[in-house]
T-cell receptor, first 113, second 112 residues
Framework: SQQGEEDPQALSIQEGENATMNCSYK?????LQWYRQNSGRGLVHLIL?????REKHSGRLRVTLDTSKKSSSLLITASRAADTASYFC?????????????FGKGTRLHILP | KAGVTQTPRYLIKTRGQQVTLSCSPI?????VSWYQQTPGQGLQFLFE???????NKGNFPGRFSGRQFSNSRSEMNVSTLELGDSALYLC???????????FGPGTRLTVT
């Protein structure tokens, strides 16, 4: 079963606006990652935030993590046409001796010109 | 450094046949994971191999199997193909001492 649930499922915004996507998860995690996928191709790693971190930045990306609410958000500032893609959160858990990375179903982001 | 490569990129098979997909990880990456992606189920974890051993397995039937070779290259095999196996199969290698995964472009399998 999926661990992460992204919200919204789809989002359309004007170029230049900010885009915010949310991810909720169910169990304890060691870290949370965000990935981008362009139209049915491989995923590209964007950013990893550890469970003891609250906020992380990378260029136009800002990720927050609230472990008490079991949620994370990805903010893309000053969006561009090239940001059109699906965005997935992936949670990393260390359970017993298994390291598992579980992906959500993604948010489809469409940047309008 | 070369990225993760997957072959073939596209494949059309008939129900009942079997298929083998190949994945070459980034040099130095010893962990290889396989995922199935469909519009309905999203990205689902199949299995992970590390140093030629299956370390983790998802909830897929025994028709789905894999292996890893000493050079870390991995193959996955699906036997007795069903229409529902049509999907994008993604392979990812994991950077050592990290959770960051690097994905290949995928193999698009169509079962008719």
């Amino acid at each position: 079963s999926q661990q992460g649930e992204e919200d919204p499922q789809a989002l359309s915004i004007q170029e230049g606006e900010n885009a915010t996507m949310n991810c909720s998860y169910k169990t304890s995690i060691n870290n949370l990652q965000w990935y981008r996928q362009n139209s049915g191709r491989g995923l590209v790693h964007l950013i990893l935030i550890r469970s003891n971190e609250r906020e992380k930045h990378s260029g136009r990306l800002r990720v927050t993590l609230d472990t008490s609410k079991k949620s994370s958000s990805l903010l893309i500032t000053a969006s561009r046409a090239a940001d059109t893609a699906s965005y997935f959160c992936a949670t990393g858990s260390f359970m017993n001796r298994d390291d598992k990375i579980i992906f959500g179903k993604g948010t489809r982001l469409h940047i309008l010109p | 450094k070369a990225g993760v490569t997957q072959t073939p990129r596209y494949l059309i098979k008939t129900r009942g046949q079997q298929v083998t997909l190949s994945c070459s990880p980034i040099s130095g990456h010893r962990s290889v994971s396989w995922y199935q992606q469909t519009p309905g189920q999203g990205l689902q974890f199949l299995f992970e191999y590390f140093s030629e051993t299956q370390r983790n397995k998802g909830n897929f039937p025994g028709r789905f199997s894999g292996r890893q070779f000493s050079n870390s290259r991995s193959e996955m095999n699906v036997s007795t193909l069903e229409l529902g196996d049509s999907a994008l199969y993604l392979c990812a290698s994991t950077r050592p001492d990290s959770y960051e995964q690097y994905f290949g472009p995928g193999t698009r399998l169509t079962v008719t």
